[in-house]
């Protein structure tokens, strides 16, 4: 056939100037492969009739495949959804502090456990200890991977073969399965489950307490919230009877913040400082959330405890890596000011960002992204926002957004997915048959413009 023998080899591809550049860009073998199969494909449409396509044409097509084989996995996407702290979109945004820092451990040796005033060996989780002592008024601190090994590390430490004692109210189920009780089984304790769902008494617990008992477990139902004829035991006071009874008392905050949210306007949250505060002996909280840092995982409370917790051979399977330690240290100094919190931490910038400016943007932006979805219906409309990973679930705060509706009922789907498809993915939420963009955590208008441009 005419057409197949008129198709470029490989080797007179990789020769020409646009079969160099992809071999530079990409390696000589990935390139060769890729022109392999570049002139397969072409040998087929060729067979079906189709033109015979020039080189520059082949290796065209080799490049966008290759290209889009070697996007990294994790790259950027725009946030769209309305929800601040996005589980699956990598929860907080760090701060340029925590980047800068993050990027300097990265770059360089750093002091993780050597201690420079002695020259022996330290401890890496030392200044982050100090720094989150000092923000919470806690004896002592340690930190690992997330808050789901804070957990299961201080329960594994304190109740191994022994029984901790939980509200039937607050048995909470996470995202990805974390349960309360699977994540106690696998500590090795035994749970002990008190009151009913909706109402658990002091009395419950004093029931419950015997001599095998090795702590009381109260978990902040951070994801969900029960109304009605209810009743839980305050912190302090269920603090007061673990005391009492010569038991610790383990306090889960879940998403934990250091801050009182309802200083910007926000619905409020418990502190960890609160916790500690009110007695509790151990209080586990998140990193990511709405502390605004990496991930990780705290346990904070009294001296002999976190010494025990720190002995635990799990603790070594659980640590932080220098980089996310750096990164830590970095976003914890930030709220020794907190008159400039706002403004220096991302997820709170992102939080408490005004409706009015908001809308505002939404405003700027209708016309231009209308202009470039012609099929589609572009409009400003009033947006709630989440917070998300947990944290009040049932708060929302005031957005405003774009909503893009087109013919046909898989028109916000079918759009949704060419959005995801672009070089910069763009994320919303489909509601009331069309395609949301939530703008509150939108930077700048032209990261949108500019990633649609690539329609």
Not at 72 to 98: I, Y
Not at 167 to 191: N, Q, T
Not at 368 to 384: G, K, N, S, T
Request: net charge neutral; proline share 5%; charged share 25%.
């Amino acid at each position: 056939m005419d057409g197949l023998r008129a198709l470029p080899g490989v080797d007179r591809l990789l020769s020409g100037p646009a079969g160099r550049a992809l071999a530079d860009r990409h390696g000589r073998q990935a390139a060769t492969d890729a022109l392999r199969a570049a002139l397969e494909r072409a040998r087929d449409a060729v067979r079906a009739g189709a033109s015979v396509p020039d080189a520059d044409a082949l290796c065209a097509d080799a490049g966008t495949r290759l290209d889009a084989a070697t996007l990294p996995a994790q790259r950027p996407v725009l946030n769209l959804t309305g929800t601040v702290l996005h589980t699956n979109l990598g929860r907080a945004l760090l701060a340029e502090a925590a980047i800068a820092a993050a990027t300097q451990a990265m770059r360089a040796p750093v002091a993780l456990e050597y201690d420079l005033a002695t020259g022996r060996r330290g401890e890496r989780d030392a200044a982050v200890a100090r720094l989150i002592c000092d923000l919470t008024g806690a004896e002592a601190a340690t930190v690992v991977n997330n808050n789901a090994a804070a957990v299961l590390l201080a329960l594994n430490t304190l109740a191994e073969g022994r029984e901790g004692i939980v509200s039937r109210g607050e048995l909470v189920e996470i995202g990805g399965a974390f349960r309360i009780p699977d994540i106690m089984a696998r500590a090795g304790a035994r749970l002990v489950e008190v009151g009913t769902t909706n109402r658990t008494h002091a009395r419950d617990y004093r029931a419950a307490i015997g001599p095998a008992t090795a702590l009381v477990m109260k978990v902040h139902p951070s994801n969900y919230r029960i109304e009605g004829f209810t009743a839980a035991v305050p912190g302090d006071a269920l603090a007061a009877l673990a005391r009492d009874a010569g038991v610790p008392m383990l306090h889960d905050l879940g998403s934990g913040t250091l801050v009182d949210m309802t200083r910007w306007g926000l619905p409020g949250e418990p502190t960890v400082a609160r916790a500690v505060a009110e007695g509790a002996d151990l209080v586990t909280f998140s990193g990511d959330k709405l502390l605004g840092g990496p991930q990780a995982g705290f346990v904070v409370g009294c001296a002999d405890l976190i010494a025990r917790i720190d002995r635990n051979p799990l603790k070594r399977a659980l640590r932080l890596d220098k980089i996310r330690l750096a990164a830590l240290e970095a976003t914890l100094r930030l709220y020794r000011d907190p008159d400039r919190l706002a403004e220096r931490l991302p997820t709170l910038r992102l939080l408490t960002r005004p409706r009015d400016e908001i809308a505002a943007q939404a405003a700027r932006l209708v016309a231009p992204v209308a202009a470039m979805l012609p099929v589609y219906r572009v409009a400003v409309i009033d947006c709630a926002s989440q917070i998300g990973s947990g944290a009040l679930p049932v708060e929302t705060l005031p957005s405003a957004g774009l909503a893009l509706t087109g013919d046909g009922g898989d028109a916000p789907d079918r759009l949704a997915a060419l959005l995801r498809a672009l070089p910069l993915p763009v994320i919303g939420r489909i509601r009331d048959g069309a395609l949301v963009l939530d703008l509150r955590c939108l930077a700048e208008d032209g990261d949108l413009l500019g990633a649609l441009t690539r329609l």
